[in-house]
């Protein structure tokens, strides 16, 4: 079955640290990855993608990804956290799979506080 | 250029009632995708449309309907509305079928 499993549903970071959030996906052929970062009733901002090619990607915002098959992960990482990144973050994973529609499943969030 | 685009913002039906959703996509882009957004989890996928084609559909009841219209705009129609079908609704729009899914900022569906 096709899942994505955010370990994490609440982190806090202070402002200027380092963050890392968690991504673990099942999926039966070769994914299409995402972030997503969603700020209180607003809609869904893509941060990036993988599709194929180099497994370290770079975001809008600072932000960088590394796909890791042999975990099947999709870790999200920011050198150093701003105030502005407080919000929730989704992980996504989404493509062609037995000539199914590009249908993207979610997980469920990790929600980030930034405290000063 | 502007964005996915969604009307209404916000909304309040009573249960029993119909309610319609509508989209406009990125110019350009002809697939539009619907995500029902329940608070405090993740979007789940209703529908994608595709040329104005229905080509995938979650799991979710026949009471959820969309189309796509000519000009690649989408409505999604929700009929004998239950309590449960408060949540976010979100419409994404891409190039293709198969390329990055852009969103709307939503629209917020209260059923009283």
């Known amino acids: 079955a096709q899942s994505v499993t955010q370990p994490d549903i609440h982190i806090t970071v202070s402002e200027g640290a380092s963050l890392e959030l968690r991504c673990n996906y099942s999926?039966?052929?070769?994914?299409?990855l995402f972030w997503y970062v969603q700020s209180p009733g607003q809609g869904l901002q893509l941060l990036l993608k993988?599709?194929?090619?180099?497994?370290l990607v770079q975001g809008i915002k600072g932000f960088e990804a590394e796909f890791k098959r042999s975990q099947s992960s999709f870790n999200l990482r920011k050198p150093s956290v701003h105030w502005s990144d407080a919000a929730e973050y989704f992980c996504?994973?989404?493509?062609?799979?037995?000539?199914?529609?590009?249908?993207?499943?979610f997980g469920t969030g990790t929600l980030l506080a930034v405290q000063p | 250029d502007a964005g996915v685009t969604q009307s209404p913002t916000h909304l309040i039906k009573t249960r029993g009632q119909h309610v319609t959703l509508r989209c406009s996509p990125i110019?350009?882009?002809?697939?539009v995708s619907w995500y029902q957004q329940v608070l405090g989890q993740g979007p789940q996928f209703i529908f994608q449309?595709?040329?104005?084609?229905?080509?995938g559909r979650g799991n979710f009841p026949d009471r959820f309907s969309a189309r796509q219209f000519p000009n690649y705009s989408s409505e999604l129609n929700v009929n004998a509305l239950l309590l449960g079908d408060s949540a976010l609704y979100l419409c994404?729009?891409?190039?293709?079928?198969?390329?990055?899914?852009?969103f709307g900022p939503g629209t917020r569906l209260t059923v009283l």
């Open positions: 449309y595709y040329e104005k084609e229905e080509r």
């Open positions: 994404a729009s891409s190039l293709k079928r198969t390329d990055t899914q852009y």
């Open positions: 993988y599709f194929s090619g180099d497994t």
């Open positions: 110019s350009g882009h002809k697939s």
């Open positions: 996504a994973v989404g493509g062609e799979y037995g000539g199914a529609t590009n249908k993207l499943i």
């Open positions: 999926y039966g052929a070769t994914p299409y």
